[in-house]
């Protein structure tokens, strides 16, 4: 009988207290263009690289099907992401259509360009 009346009285908290969802102000659901991301810091800026980085890398090691190192991830084995980070926004800052794309779809068109001069 004990075990109702706590089991009643936690249900009637859930219906009389009021929940809402959690408030994500600084986080943005989508794909970010160039302008955003150089509004960001300097550090947002970094780990929004090594995850577009990460997830190029993991996509093209799902495509190509096999157990062999990504093409982003052998280009840049031996680059800092300081440098990685200044070719991006080098391109950013060239233009404002740049500025208008997804920051993704910017950065790869970047490395891939990079990445090929480095052959």
């Given amino acids: 009988m004990k075990k109702i009346f706590i089991l009643f009285g936690i249900m009637i908290l859930f219906e009389v207290i009021p929940f809402s ?11 970010i263009t160039g302008g955003q ?3 960001d810091n300097d550090n947002d800026r970094v ?3 090594i ?6 890398s993991i996509e093209a ?3 190509a099907n096999k157990a062999e190192t990504p093409w982003l991830a052998k280009c840049l084995e ?3 992401i300081a440098q990685v ?15 208008r794309r997804p920051a993704a779809l910017v950065f790869r068109d970047e490395m891939e360009k990079f990445c090929e001069k480095r052959k």
């Fill in 21 to 31: 969802p959690a408030k994500a102000e600084s986080v943005s659901l989508g794909m």
């Fill in 85 to 99: 980070k200044a070719i991006f926004e080098k391109r950013l800052n060239t233009g404002s259509e740049n500025l």
């Fill in 47 to 49: 780990a929004y690289l």
């Fill in 51 to 56: 995850g577009l980085i990460d997830g190029i």
């Fill in 78 to 80: 031996d680059v800092e």
């Fill in 37 to 39: 991301y150089l509004k």
């Fill in 61 to 63: 090691f799902k495509a």
